[in-house]
């Protein structure tokens, strides 16, 4: 909360104002809270905002456990409101540990305000007048981040409005701010303050843990689109730095009192505490899941829509629940505001560098090991690594790194930690290796077939599918219960308690999944939220964790139990295509015509993702710019499109394409052939518009295929089509491929588009469909040709097909000497073929693509 204030501020009227909000008290503070500035005043004025905050709140704050003895009115000079307040001026040791985690929130010294330029994070000047701290917008980060050193490109100016966070456009999408007018102001502030204000009494105030967990949510909801300094970090999250000022400030605290206080110099002149140089008080964990694709793809009959979107979404409850059994773990005690980033497969968190934390991460990570051996036999494994950290004293954003590199930056810092998860990779299940890990694999005759993955079961590992007389794996089962379940679900609550799982949730839960160790149960919005449901009747939801999906009010309709937190969720696909009440198969996906199985087509399968995301994050940032609160604002704003507005997205497709998973960057989707390139397309806008530049791309790989065919196989034909976007002309990616050819989004998709709406338009208008077929046998003659070349068997080029494309083009037309539009239309055939012999590749395409829509036309 130390920098609440200056959301506050910004609603309310100046200090000097008598029309302003605050109380005598915090009026008269300033000299104790405030430094002097330059100019004689009182600097950083929002610490006075922020004891206005608790002093406005007092009355809510004092119902809070853990919370009522530690009151500013309270003889104890260390309190949570002087914790809070006193970040620019301290007065004790413990208050210069909340100063040491802004610095590090922010990269260690903050940057000169009279030497930042707007174009620092705008990408151009603006004359900002006095008021610049109630009026400048958060910029995007992307605006500036430039992985490739081009001294050439134009820098964005996009901007975020100040709204409360939703997966609605209006709310999430930046705008170019030219001028002063563009930015925001007084008013907004107030409206937006005086929403979160509201929304903060309603938090539950019977546990400390449940209140500041859903304190955090709050926040994010509310100042995910503040900008965190007017003055030089405009373009990072207020939401960001509050949370990682409070994860840095309690690690380094954690690791000064385990006995290394004689690694710090406090100055008790200033009260300002510094760490020792070679000391690296904190660390960065880091945790992915290895065999995330193999195990969403490992689908080896048509049962696959039954448990596909399960083990999408298992994944997601797996890394949350290994979130849980890390913040949780008794030598830990850490919260969800220390974790930096979560979301494909990955997390990141901030924790304090000692021994207990060291042994308990290590002693984690072989439990979860052998829980994934236990249940996914190798299938999937879990990373999970650390690194200890220091900021430099005295140098801007310099990195030292723990047993490695002084003097290095945060870019580095990822690399490294980046290296070490990669390596364990090569080591998967290390710690299980003993004789029990290679068993003997027994002849047993009493062996099935999982109906869904292939693979053979052993007496006791398999279970029937509800509702059929299929056999399949206990996971797969557990996987097609999610599946099922998320059709309806709204709400998933995590039980908390390791000592008993709650067998009211389990008997009335839509579903109940235990992922390593963590019992999670997902319910619908009127089993939680109805007056007269019959979960609102009891307390079984005692320490409960209660999110709400793709939705930020939690706080709408709060549950009867005790010591609960409530949050939200963003998950790209939790809902599906439905018809009459029922999850639509593969094939139904593909019909034309709702309920009408003869109107069935091609079914697409879609890969996506962001192009050199890795080199963005390690190099895109400027030097200036690299702090932790910077990079968080990154991860949010991904998070915030892949996982979030994905979703609305996908509405507008809602009846043809199921999204089956989305993390991170990373898109696998399902659909009607037509409906996901349009879906990918709109992917490809969409994103470039919500980070306001267009040259940080995405490509695509896009497999068509019958809507019988083997997903797993699909699905990997896709992933091949999305690496031949990734190698488009010499690595330069921005590309989609389909239909066996791969062309720029950039200079040839609405090229290759606008052919084949021409060539429909006219097919269905009378020209005939053997000009489609002639295009590709030319297309065809000419890339045998390309591989010739580039296999040095020159003497197999056949350059006939440009002669015969000139005489039945030629002859074409003169069949059709009535006909104006025709007359046109291969006139402009010639011309671009002749000129330029990569239009055989892209007209064929049109050609081809323009063939599928016209059967399915006649169909």
């Given at each position: 909360?130390?920098?609440?204030?200056?959301?506050?501020?910004?609603?309310?009227?100046?200090?000097?104002?008598?029309?302003?909000?605050?109380?005598?008290?915090?009026?008269?503070?300033?000299?104790?809270?405030c430094?002097?500035?330059?100019?004689?005043?009182?600097?950083?004025?929002?610490?006075?905002?922020?004891?206005?905050?608790?002093?406005?709140?007092?009355?809510?704050?004092?119902?809070?456990?853990?919370?009522?003895?530690?009151?500013?009115?309270?003889?104890?000079?260390?309190?949570?409101?002087?914790?809070?307040c006193?970040?620019?001026?301290?007065?004790?040791?413990?208050?210069?540990?909340?100063?040491?985690?802004?610095?590090?929130?922010?990269?260690?010294?903050?940057?000169?305000?009279?030497?930042?330029?707007?174009?620092?994070?705008?990408?151009?000047?603006?004359n900002w007048?006095?008021?610049?701290?109630?009026?400048i917008?958060?910029?995007?980060?992307?605006?500036?981040?430039?992985?490739?050193?081009?001294?050439?490109?134009?820098?964005?100016?996009?901007?975020?409005?100040?709204?409360?966070?939703?997966?609605?456009?209006?709310?999430?999408f930046?705008?170019?701010?030219?001028?002063?007018?563009?930015?925001?102001?007084?008013?907004?502030?107030?409206?937006?303050?005086?929403?979160?204000?509201?929304?903060?009494?309603m938090?539950?105030?019977?546990?400390?843990?449940?209140?500041?967990?859903?304190?955090?949510?709050?926040?994010?909801?509310?100042?995910?689109?503040?900008?965190?300094?007017?003055?030089?970090?405009?373009?990072?999250?207020?939401?960001?730095?509050?949370?990682?000022?409070a994860?840095?400030?309690?690690?380094?605290?954690?690791?000064?009192s385990?006995g290394?206080a004689?690694?710090?110099?406090?100055?008790?002149?200033?009260?300002?505490?510094?760490v020792n140089?070679?000391?690296?008080?904190v660390?960065?964990?880091g945790?992915?899941?290895?065999?995330?694709?193999?195990?969403?793809?490992?689908?080896a009959?048509?049962k696959?829509?039954?448990?596909?979107?399960?083990?999408?979404?298992?994944?997601?409850l797996?890394?949350?629940?290994?979130?849980?059994?890390?913040?949780?773990?008794?030598?830990?005690?850490?919260?969800?505001?220390?974790?930096?980033?979560?979301?494909?497969?990955?997390?990141?968190?901030?924790?304090?560098n000692t021994?207990?934390?060291?042994?308990?991460?290590?002693?984690?990570?072989?439990?979860?090991?052998?829980?994934?051996?236990?249940?996914?036999?190798?299938?999937?494994?879990?990373?999970?690594?650390?690194i200890?950290?220091?900021?430099?004293?005295?140098?801007?954003?310099?990195?030292?790194?723990?047993?490695?590199?002084?003097?290095?930056?945060?870019?580095?810092?990822?690399?490294s930690?980046?290296?070490?998860?990669?390596?364990?990779?090569?080591?998967?299940?290390k710690?299980?290796?003993?004789?029990?890990?290679?068993?003997?694999?027994?002849?047993?005759?009493?062996?099935?077939?999982?109906?869904?993955?292939?693979?053979?079961?052993?007496?006791?590992?398999?279970?029937?599918?509800?509702?059929?007389?299929?056999?399949?794996?206990?996971?797969?089962?557990?996987?097609?219960?999610?599946?099922?379940?998320?059709?309806?679900a709204?709400?998933?609550?995590?039980?908390?308690?390791?000592?008993?799982?709650?067998?009211?949730?389990?008997?009335?839960?839509?579903?109940?999944?235990?992922?390593?160790?963590?019992?999670?149960?997902?319910?619908?919005?009127?089993?939680?939220?109805?007056?007269?449901?019959?979960?609102?009747?009891?307390?079984?939801?005692?320490?409960?964790?209660?999110?709400?999906?793709?939705?930020?009010?939690?706080?709408?309709?709060?549950?009867k139990?005790?010591?609960?937190?409530?949050?939200?969720?963003?998950?790209?696909?939790?809902?599906?295509?439905?018809?009459?009440?029922?999850?639509?198969?593969?094939?139904?996906?593909?019909?034309?015509?709702?309920g009408?199985?003869?109107?069935?087509?091609?079914?697409?399968?879609?890969?996506m993702?962001?192009?050199?995301?890795?080199?963005?994050?390690?190099?895109?940032?400027?030097?200036?710019?690299k702090?932790?609160?910077?990079y968080?604002?990154?991860?949010?704003?991904?998070?915030?499109?892949?996982?979030?507005?994905l979703?609305?997205?996908?509405?507008?497709?809602?009846?043809?394409?199921?999204?089956?998973?989305?993390?991170?960057?990373?898109?696998?989707?399902?659909?009607?052939?037509?409906?996901?390139?349009?879906?990918?397309?709109?992917?490809?806008?969409?994103?470039?518009?919500?980070?306001?530049?267009?040259d940080?791309?995405?490509?695509?790989?896009i497999?068509i295929?019958?809507?019988?065919?083997?997903?797993?196989?699909?699905?990997?034909?896709?992933?091949e089509?999305?690496?031949?976007?990734?190698?488009?002309?010499n690595?330069?990616?921005n590309?989609?491929?389909?239909?066996?050819?791969?062309?720029?989004?950039?200079?040839?998709?609405?090229?290759?588009?606008?052919?084949?709406?021409?060539?429909?338009?006219?097919i269905?208008?009378?020209?005939?469909?053997?000009?489609?077929?002639?295009?590709?046998?030319f297309?065809?003659?000419?890339?045998?040709?390309?591989?010739?070349?580039?296999?040095?068997?020159?003497?197999?080029?056949?350059?006939?097909?440009k002669?015969?494309?000139?005489?039945?083009?030629?002859?074409?037309?003169?069949?059709?000497?009535?006909?104006?539009?025709?007359?046109?239309?291969?006139?402009?055939?010639?011309?671009?073929?002749?000129?330029?012999?990569?239009?055989y590749?892209?007209?064929?395409?049109?050609?081809?693509?323009?063939?599928?829509?016209?059967?399915?036309?006649?169909?």
């Open positions: 909360m130390h920098d609440i204030g200056k959301f506050y501020q910004r609603a309310d009227k100046k200090f000097y104002d008598k029309k302003n909000e605050l109380s005598e008290y915090s009026k008269n503070i300033p000299e104790d809270i430094p002097i500035n330059e100019h004689g005043r009182f600097g950083y004025q929002h610490v006075i905002w922020t004891n206005e905050f608790f002093e406005k709140f007092n009355d809510k704050l004092q119902q809070i456990p853990g919370v009522q003895e530690n009151r500013y009115d309270k003889s104890d000079t260390d309190n949570i409101v002087t914790f809070a006193n970040h620019h001026k301290p007065q004790t040791l413990l208050q210069s540990f909340i100063t040491i985690g802004d610095w590090w929130s922010a990269g260690i010294d903050r940057r000169n305000a009279n030497k930042v330029n707007e174009k620092d994070y705008a990408g151009k000047s603006i007048d006095k008021n610049r701290y109630k009026t917008p958060l910029f995007s980060v992307f605006n500036t981040v430039n992985p490739y050193n081009n001294e050439d490109r134009t820098f964005s100016s996009a901007a975020f409005k100040l709204k409360r966070l939703s997966v609605e456009r209006d709310d999430i930046t705008s170019q701010v030219n001028k002063v007018e563009d930015g925001i102001s007084e008013n907004e502030y107030k409206r937006l303050w005086d929403n979160f204000a509201e929304e903060f009494e938090l539950p105030t019977d546990s400390f843990d449940g209140f500041t967990e859903s304190l955090l949510y709050l926040l994010k909801k509310y100042t995910w689109c503040i900008p965190s300094n007017t003055m030089d970090m405009a373009n990072v999250s207020l939401f960001e730095h509050l949370k990682t000022t994860a840095f400030a309690d690690s380094i605290y954690t690791f000064y385990d290394n004689d690694k710090f110099t406090f100055n008790k002149v200033n009260n300002r505490l510094t140089d070679g000391v690296h008080p660390l960065l964990v945790g992915d899941i290895s065999g995330i694709q193999k195990f969403i793809y490992n689908i009959s048509q696959a829509a039954v448990s596909l979107k399960g083990r999408s979404f298992y994944l997601q797996l890394i949350d629940s290994i979130i849980q059994k890390v913040i949780t773990h008794a030598d830990i005690k850490a919260t969800i505001g220390h974790v930096v980033y979560s979301s494909g497969g990955k997390f990141y968190m901030i924790l304090p021994q207990k934390v060291k042994i308990a991460l290590n002693n984690i990570k072989t439990e979860i090991e052998k829980e994934l051996w236990a249940e996914h036999k190798g299938k999937l494994a879990i990373n999970l690594s650390y200890g950290f220091a900021f430099v004293n005295n140098a801007d954003n310099k990195i030292s790194i723990e047993g490695k590199t002084k003097n290095t930056d945060l870019g580095n810092l990822w690399r930690l980046a290296e070490k998860l990669n390596a364990q990779k090569n080591q998967k299940f710690s299980l290796l003993t004789s029990s890990f290679f068993e003997q694999n027994i002849v047993d005759d009493k062996i099935k077939m999982c109906a869904v993955t292939g693979e053979e079961l052993k007496k006791g590992e398999w279970q029937k599918l509800k509702g059929t007389d299929e056999y399949v794996s206990k996971a797969v089962a557990q996987q097609t219960e999610i599946g099922i379940a998320l059709k309806d709204d709400y998933l609550m995590t039980y908390r308690n390791p000592k008993d799982e709650s067998k009211y949730l389990s008997n009335r839960s839509q579903a109940q999944i235990k992922v390593v160790g963590v019992d999670n149960y997902m319910f619908d919005k009127i089993e939680l939220t109805k007056d007269d449901a019959d979960f609102r009747q009891i307390t079984s939801a005692d320490v409960s964790r209660i999110v709400l999906f793709n939705n930020t009010n939690p706080l709408a309709a709060k549950l139990g005790n010591a609960v937190s409530y949050g939200y969720q963003f998950y790209g696909g939790n809902k599906q295509a439905e018809y009459l009440g029922k999850n639509r198969t593969f094939e139904e996906l593909t019909e034309t015509e709702r009408n199985k003869d109107s069935e087509t091609y079914l697409g399968v879609l890969r993702d962001i192009d050199n995301l890795g080199n963005i994050f390690i190099k895109g940032l400027n030097e200036k710019d702090s932790f609160a910077a968080a604002t990154m991860s949010f704003q991904l998070d915030l499109f892949f996982s979030g507005y979703n609305t997205i996908r509405n507008n497709y809602k009846d043809y394409v199921n999204i089956l998973y989305s993390g991170g960057d990373d898109i696998f989707a399902v659909g009607r052939w037509d409906k996901i390139i349009e879906f990918a397309e709109d992917i490809r806008t969409e994103f470039a518009e919500f980070i306001g530049r267009n940080i791309t995405i490509s695509a790989g497999a295929v019958r809507n019988k065919y083997p997903i797993a196989k699909a699905a990997e034909m896709a992933g089509a999305e690496e031949s976007s990734k190698h488009y002309n690595d330069e990616k590309a989609i491929t389909f239909l066996g050819e791969t062309i720029s989004w950039k200079n040839e998709y609405d090229e290759v588009k606008e052919y084949k709406d021409e060539f429909v338009r006219l269905e208008e009378g020209l005939s469909k053997g000009l489609l077929h002639k295009i590709m046998e297309a065809a003659i000419k890339k045998a040709n390309d591989d010739f070349e580039k296999s040095n068997e020159k003497e197999k080029i056949d350059l006939s097909y002669w015969n494309t000139a005489y039945y083009l030629k002859r074409f037309s003169d069949r059709n000497k009535m006909n104006n539009e025709i007359q046109y239309f291969i006139s402009k055939l010639q011309k671009d073929l002749f000129v330029n012999n990569r239009a590749d892209k007209i064929a395409l049109a050609a081809r693509w323009a063939e599928l829509q016209i059967r399915e036309i006649d169909n």
